[in-house]
């Protein structure tokens, strides 16, 4: 983690701190900026110190893919060449049961995931966090990417940066919203094959809440009220999940889900 004392950071009030996430600033009273994670995806050294192979909870979740991965298996997570993470979904011919996680769809592919192994945690002491990263997200029937945040000790809290359920419109949700339900703004996206940058800028609003800006390449999307969001850890996830709510049946084909540039930054109080 680095912390940059030589940056100065000159916020008076709200509607600056506002400003700087729309400007792409990053603000904090005397505070300073630390880097959290960047340069990850260098090797298997600098990915395995800084993630964790599959969920956090373990191989399953709600889609029909199971993860795979470890130090010593990477059929499913790998870096494709340094700086690039690739997570490979494959369909499976034998039988292998239910998802243990609601809904217990059959499993009919076996996948990748990592979860960061620094939380992300707003609080009085870090106030303000960046969370972004370029992805080539598959987006055909089937196909279940995501990049979000879930609480590590309770749910809600959600954040879903990057999601894509089976068309070329990417999911920025957030969970609970003030009114206690979801936050959606969906976004058509060129091609999501290509490298695209998705970017969260999440900052303390009052003791329990937050404010999500969401940008697609840079560009502005989406401002979301997180409620309850203060004092909750959450994990940072990347994972191709399958089918679920991104239809069915999927594809007969291996799948291909791609990360570089992956970074995470927060202002220290």
């Known amino acids: 983690m680095t ?11 709200g509607t600056s701190v506002a400003a700087a996430a ?37 191989s399953d979740h709600n889609g029909s893919a199971r993860m795979y991965g470890s130090p010593s298996d990477h059929n499913h997570v790998y870096l494709e060449t340094s700086g690039v993470l690739t997570l490979k979904a494959a369909r499976i011919t034998w039988d292998e049961g239910t998802s243990s ?21 707003v609080n009085d002491q870090f106030p303000n966090w960046e969370v972004k990263g370029e992805f080539q997200a598959p987006s055909t029937r089937g ?11 309770t749910w809600p809290p959600e954040s879903d940066i990057l999601e894509y359920k089976g068309d070329a419109r990417n999911w920025f949700n957030t969970y609970r919203n003030a009114s206690g339900g979801w936050s959606n703004t ?52 990347i994972n191709l999940q399958m089918e679920g709510s991104s239809g069915t049946p999927g594809p007969t084909t291996d799948t291909y889900y791609r990360a570089r540039n992956l970074y995470i930054g927060r202002t220290r109080t």
């Open 22 to 58: 729309l400007g792409g600033l990053r603000p904090a009273a005397a505070a300073t900026w630390e880097t959290v994670i960047d340069g990850s995806f260098t090797n298997y050294a600098t990915l395995e110190s800084a993630w964790n192979y599959r969920y956090p909870w373990g």
């Open 186 to 237: 969906i976004v058509n996206v060129s091609s999501p094959n290509s490298w695209h940058g998705y970017r969260a800028w999440i900052t303390k609003v009052n003791s329990t809440d937050v404010d999500i800006h969401y940008y697609l390449d840079g560009t502005w999307v989406g401002r979301h009220r997180g409620a309850n969001f203060v004092g909750h850890p959450m994990w940072l996830i």
């Open 101 to 121: 996680a609601d809904p217990h769809l059959p499993i009919r592919y076996h996948s990748g995931a990592v979860h960061a192994k620094q939380q992300v945690l």
């Open 3 to 13: 912390s940059h004392t030589r940056r100065t950071f000159l916020i008076a009030s």
């Open 143 to 153: 196909t279940w990417p995501a990049f979000w945040l879930t609480g590590a000790d």
